[in-house]
């Protein structure tokens, strides 16, 4: 970092500092800011640390700094891009993540050269922040679950299955680091702790970089209209890390990835950012025919007749079902060893005729309380044999909230109980 | 009890103990046995103990005794069951229950009589009794699940409700009974045990006549051979107590309850035990139908499209299902809040593009022992926020075994983990 860039962006911190409005800065120092790429933004804080400047001041500034940079930020592409509009709000969260990848940077760098006295205050931070970071989580789902499918059908792996990659490391790192910084550290080991939690921010904002130069304008190229409003629509279930002010309206019928006759347009090719556009010349699209004749729609996928009773059989538990008039209509034969037996004899049969005279009244109350929307499950534990069992019963209701019966999904939890430590013992990352 | 039937039963006792044939001491005491009931026995028996005749000897007898009253335990109506026919199996059962029940009787009375040093191998024994008791819940299962159905389409409900009811308080009595013998007791109080057990194994006792002489052949009356087809079929899953030395092979095709067109015809009114005559006689049959045009038939029942979708909603658990193609083609929104949130956009996405490439290989190697066979499931514990999951990876396979695809069952267990003694304490008798 040449002396005149670090002295100018100095005084453009300083100007911040004092309050200044960001496009009047804009303005004033577009020449430094043309030079200066937001991944050089750590060094030179980390030099402005060195030489005084306190930490928690810096950090109030970083806020400021993705506002300074957004136009670098968004790339000319994106223009575009309509409020509220998916890539909108994933541009959005990308500053957010960029601002707190760099606060991170900061106090990691401080920390990585702070004196034993002024560790432990630091590694506090260093912890509150790492602790924020999990929602990142949020914004990288969104990429893998709404936008890759899209990709890929288009025959575009390559690409999102390296992204990916990093995101995961990102993300392991950051539960490694979370781990680390649980309880209090000696001094060294903080240190230690702080250079990996700045390489994990420059990784951060890396991904940033990457997403908003190359992915989001190819995915801008790429997708329509309706594609869009599917990921719009879908995107509600994973929700945003900003706010969402205004919704986007988009004026085409959402298109899932399998509803797609994946082709990439000629003329979209060259509109492409070059890391795309090479893979995507060659590639072969994705063809695969979800919906076969005679599948059911279940709204939330396609299933054959012979698949909806094998997936019964492979549950690991039991399930009995009784209809909006209280008959059995419906039992499983799960795949482990049956707590309670059924037969086919009990098809048609009266609920409460399932019981002993004993369990009628708790029987109709549980029904009846499903029925009347007052609870959507009770569940019950009992012994049977030497097992003990969860006995859960839960009201089945179709899209409109109607009632169609009740269910009793019945499992053994025995092994859990006994051991739960053992289990514990099983626990992997995944 | 006359002392001139004791007398001959004691004469008799006496010749089965020096080793006499069952059948010849028939024809030689036709006589007492025609006077003599089943019910008598354990009466005699504790008088017999009380003139000093060692509880071992009479136990050995308890065998005999039952061969002896076969004539009296099986009806008349009843000789033409044919061998290995539901209820031949039932009926055997029976006198295997009342072999139990007589031999309960015998070390019961002895230790409610027994002096301190006496009372701890005689408590030994009466565990062990109790015990092997617990067996003959899978005698009321069939009866309760594969026969009362049938009476209940028919119309007749308050004969199976009462003898359901009398089942469960000698099943509950039975589980109080080994929960109070489980440790040592103070002679006083295992003569106080002893007391009740004596009384259990007379409603045990009773059960069986009841069965024997009055459900046994009002169901010999009124069920079809197809009934008797399907219950045979049924019962396979529950089990008998007995060996089943010889399949019955039936002449007609199972018909299930729901399958039925009830009526009780006019001439078997006739046939029936007292009991049901005036019970069978003014009743409204159970016409419910429960197949539904467009249902789909999955061999334990039918269910309409909605119903599948709505049972899928209502499970404590979400599954996602890849075809046997390796495609995302369905997955639930379950009940409880999400663990992995899914979203429309990966139906039709290869299953290994929804992991991040760290987990390719573990994916990989899963779901190819699955469609090998190697294994019907595999299961994985994670963590994911705060909570620890269960992943399981089952095999979907047709009912001829051909595999159909994967699916994947999560299932949150942070409570049951946490505090299992807590969930312990909700358990309750059903």
Known sequence: MERRKLELVKSLLKRIHEGADPESLKKEFGEVLAEVSPAEIPVIEQQLVKEGVPVQEILRMCDIHVALFRDYLISRELKGVPEGHPLDLLLRENELILKWAEQLSVVANALANASNGEATPLLQQLRALLSNLRAVRTHYRKIQM??????????????????????????????????RVEGELPPEEAREVAKEAAGLARELAELVFRE??????????????????????????????????????????????????????????????????????????????????????????FLSPEEVGGIFRALPVEVTFADANDRVRFYSDGLLPPAFVRTRTILGRKLLYCHPPRLERLVRETVEALRRGEADYREFWTRIGGRVVRVFISAVRDENGRYLGALEVVEDFTEVLRNPEEVLKKVVVL
Do not use: H, M, S
Not at 157 to 176: C, F, H, S, T
Not at 254 to 279: M, S
């Open 146 to 179: 709404l936008l890759f499918p899209y990709l890929e059908r288009r025959g575009i792996v390559a690409v999102p299955r390296v992204l990916w990659g990093r995101e995961d490391q990102a993300i392991l790192k950051l539960r490694a680091l979370l781990k």
């Open 212 to 301: 908003n130069k190359i992915l989001f304008p190819a995915l801008w190229v790429l997708l329509t209209e309706g594609e869009w409003a599917a990921v719009a629509e879908e995107a509600r279930k994973i929700g945003y890390l900003v706010e969402v002010e205004r919704r986007w309206e988009p004026k085409a019928e959402p298109v899932l990835p399998y509803q797609t006759e994946p082709r990439v347009e000629e003329g979209g090719l060259e509109r492409l950012p070059p890391e795309f556009r090479a893979v995507a010349a060659g590639v072969e699209p994705d063809r695969y025919k979800l919906v076969r004749e005679g599948d059911l729609d279940l709204g939330t996928g």
